[in-house]
């Protein structure tokens, strides 16, 4: 049985690797076609929007991603498949509640997300369209979260190429139209390509887990009551709450990097360019890497919440040792490999030397972000998902106190630094946290 759970987890990851690697190679081309197009500036005006984004996303999902994941990897320990069905259902119908109260949120405050937080760069058509869909991301994160604990992840990755493939043509097609209008429709361009890709993704992530449900999931013959609920509430709620301070501190973050820099000194257009240098070019470079480890870390989470609900604290120990090594030593190879060819990657994708020299300093924090990555995913498998979000929320808090009195000072060195800054506290912090409940661990 032992043997037989190794190899649904191997070869579920082999797909994950596989499908990731096609599509970062593909993201990642696209990203560069549309950087070459469009100009670090809108790039950068783009960055702040997308950071805006990521906030909705967090207000609409609530931490059900999560919650689906470990209460369906916990019924499916048992095998208890009328609670699967009950659950999955519920989880879907609270995501679509979340998404709708987020959307609603962001459309009654449109107004001031366009004037004081994107600084008057584009329309509320943009905000407007964002609010389509978070009901949609949300209720796939829902779904995705299912396919992620019965372990048929290799349908979470066709329903990801499909998306990839709406948002490409989309997104090509219609900045192409309104390339000659300017920024803000550029800006409005992109954000339209990617809402179209998210609500087509859903529908074909839904049919998937309807032939699902019904192909492997016995009638449900269970009354549905209040306690499955309360169990979803009570991973996802402190998980939203949570995340809602993380989330809005790590926007507000992305938000002040381009106030600060102007405050150094340098106009607010140089200040989007840069900003747009690093976070919208270099970085993405730094963590197209990452493939590998994204790849397992999201099976983490079920495989550990197995573990840690049968009390196989030896298991957990002797993987975490395992895997945390492994991912290490990736890492130093990828740092050695970024720096020594850091220029010729920056001339061949961006025909830019100039970008090459923050791919150099970007890549001493591989190391320190891959890492992060599998420990967090080990954290919220052994039900420490709360400690994860609030050592983000200390990292954002001391980021942006040093982003607010600094930067203005140094200027975009301070910037770099503050990433490193971020990047060492957050592993120590996780990292501590996670040796903490080994040593715990009887």
């Keep these: 049985m032992r043997m037989k759970k190794v190899k649904i987890f191997v ?36 960055a702040l929007v997308s950071s805006v984004y990521l906030f909705g996303i967090t207000l609409a999902t609530s931490g059900i991603n999560i919650a689906t994941t470990r209460v369906i990897s916990e019924e499916l320990a048992y095998d208890n498949y009328d609670g699967i069905k009950i659950f999955a259902r519920k989880c879907i119908i609270i995501s679509l509640i979340t998404g709708i109260i987020a959307s609603t949120i962001f459309f009654i405050f449109s107004d001031f997300i366009v004037h004081s937080c994107l600084h008057n760069r584009v329309s509320h058509n943009v905000i407007y369209t964002l609010c389509i869909a978070l009901p949609f991301i949300s209720m796939s994160s829902a ?40 920024l803000e429709y550029i800006c409005f361009s992109l954000i339209l390509g990617d809402v179209i ?118 298991r957990i120990k002797k993987m975490t040792y395992f895997i945390l090594s492994i991912t290490i030593l990736f890492s130093l190879f990828v740092n050695l490999l970024l720096f020594a060819f850091a220029n010729k990657i920056s001339i061949t994708l961006y025909n830019n030397s100039d970008i090459g020299y923050y791919i150099k300093i ?33 990292d954002c808090l001391i980021t942006i106190s040093f982003i607010y009195f600094c930067v203005p000072h140094l200027g975009f060195i301070g910037y770099l630094i503050s990433i490193f800054i971020s990047e060492i506290f957050n592993i120590i912090l996780s990292g501590g946290k996670l040796l903490l409940l080994l040593k715990n661990f009887k």
């Excluded at 596989?18 to 696209?30: D, K, N, R």
């Excluded at 820099?261 to 470079?285: D, R």
Aim: hydrophobic share 50%; charged share 15%; net charge positive.
């Design 197 to 314: 890709s998210e609500v087509l993704s859903f529908i074909y992530l839904y049919i998937l887990y309807i032939r699902d449900k019904n192909k492997y999931l016995k009638r449900c013959f269970s009354k549905d009551n209040l306690t499955y609920t309360k169990r979803i509430l009570h991973i996802s709620l402190p998980i939203a709450f949570t995340s809602y301070i993380r989330s809005g501190l790590a926007t507000f973050k992305q938000l002040l990097i381009p106030s600060s820099l102007e405050k150094s000194g340098i106009g607010c257009s140089l200040a989007l360019s840069n900003y747009g240098v690093v976070s919208g070019m270099a970085m993405p470079v730094i963590m197209f890497p990452s493939v590998f480890i994204n790849s397992f870390a999201g099976l983490l989470v079920p495989e550990f919440s197995r573990y840690y609900v049968k009390k196989d604290y030896a």
């Design 143 to 182: 779904i995705n979260g299912y396919f992620t604990a019965v372990r048929r992840v290799y349908k979470n990755a066709f329903a990801k190429f499909f998306e990839e493939f709406v948002k490409i043509i989309a997104t090509a097609y219609i900045v192409n139209l309104f390339l000659p209008a300017g």
């Design 11 to 46: 070869l579920n990851t082999l797909v994950l690797l596989s499908s990731s690697i096609i599509l970062q190679i593909i993201g990642m081309s696209f990203n560069v076609y549309i950087s070459n197009k469009v100009g670090s500036e809108a790039v950068g005006v783009f």
């Design 362 to 394: 970007l890549s001493f924090l591989v190391v320190f972000i891959y890492s992060d990555l599998v420990i967090d995913s080990i954290l919220k498998g052994i039900d420490a998902q709360v400690s994860v979000v609030f050592i983000n929320i200390a």
